[in-house]
């Protein structure tokens, strides 16, 4: 298809409906690619599927699924890295809320795994949706470019030391403390962008995307990750537990530094800004093809506005 004709394709289909299409598609693929519920043992999957579905608004792998659209990829190529991210995601989201952690009752507009399940099985439902993770994307079909090694090291990376887990260590000693812009940076670019950031590349590489492409989404998806994390802090202030689906005021509550704490609301709402602009700014070299990507982040960034 040419240049005009996906732009055409892009504008048409409405956002909304993109994001209502692309979900379901990551659900139906979810529900088979989860051991059913009936599977020995049983408690641990019907843990892994409460969590699972419990009605995540499935960012990363929609935002997988456009960047594989944007390098002219299918979503039938990148569904199985997609439906990855989204199982180290809400692995993380299970331990983040254990009572060692930041102790939170709901989730997602349901109890949190260890309130259902107990603290041991929500766990170990969190390492198997770890493990079930890194197993889809040895399933996914290598690229020319890249490798099913290059692949799994590209996860890793975001979910190791470096990133997901150290960006949760530094939250956790930053607890009580008045941090600076830079720490506060550090925490959230390991603990969301990282992790928003292999979504995009994923799905790239699951759609062969050349070097070029593949630096100009690494910047698109820290920026967009960063952003979006200093609108969940402006959520957290500005919304109630009954429409984020958890615990509203938990940062204040936990004396955790945030953006709207260290700069106020109004600046904070100005920096997410700047860093959409800088997200939509890294996409120019897609062009057109770039289109629903950029909707994207406007999306993430008007969830406040
Ligand atoms: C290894 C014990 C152990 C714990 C690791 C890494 C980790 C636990 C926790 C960090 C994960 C975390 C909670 C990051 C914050 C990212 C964030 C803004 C999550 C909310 O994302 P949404 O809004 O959620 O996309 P839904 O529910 O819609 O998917």
Redesign the pocket.
């Known amino acids: 298809m040419g240049e005009s004709g996906v732009f055409w394709l892009v504008v048409s289909h409405s956002l909304s409906s993109y994001l209502q299409d692309q979900a379901s598609f990551v659900d139906a693929l979810l529900d088979r690619l989860l051991p059913s519920a009936e599977t020995r043992p049983a408690t641990l999957h019907q843990a892994m599927r409460h969590s699972v579905f ?7 792998p929609i935002l997988c699924l456009a960047a594989s659209e944007a390098c002219g990829g299918t979503r039938e190529a990148a569904g199985f890295v997609a439906c990855a991210v ?1 199982c180290l ?5 299970i ?2 809320d ?1 009572p ?3 102790d939170d009752d709901m ?2 507009g349901v109890p949190t795994c260890h309130k259902v399940y107990g603290e041991g099985i929500a ?1 170990l439902a ?1 390492d198997a949706l770890q493990a079930l993770a890194f197993e889809l994307v040895t399933r996914t079909q290598p690229a020319a470019r890249h490798s099913t090694g290059a692949m799994v090291a590209e996860l890793a990376r975001a ?1 190791g030391s470096l990133h ?2 150290g ?2 260590v530094a ?1 956790l000693e930053g607890e009580g403390k008045a941090l600076p812009l830079e720490d506060l940076t550090f925490i959230h670019e390991g ?2 962008a990282a ?1 928003l950031t292999a979504s995009v590349t994923l799905g790239a590489m699951s759609a062969d995307v050349d070097e070029e492409a593949m630096a100009a989404l690494r910047r698109f998806g820290m920026a967009t990750g960063l952003a ?2 200093i609108i ?1 802090d402006i959520l957290d202030v500005t919304q109630s537990s009954e429409k984020l ?2 615990s509203a005021g938990k940062d204040l509550a936990a004396e955790k530094s945030t953006f709207p704490a260290l700069l106020g609301l109004d600046a904070s709402r100005d920096r997410a800004r700047e860093l959409t602009a800088e997200a939509r700014g890294a996409l120019e070299v897609f062009g057109v093809r770039g289109e629903r990507l950029r909707q994207l982040a406007d999306h993430l960034l008007a969830r406040d506005f």
């Open positions: 419990a009605g995540g608004k499935r960012l990363r989204e995601h809400t692995y993380s989201l331990h983040d254990l060692c952690m930041d989730r997602r766990v969190g979910a997901l887990v960006g949760q939250d603990k969301t992790l979006f994390q969940d689906g958890k």
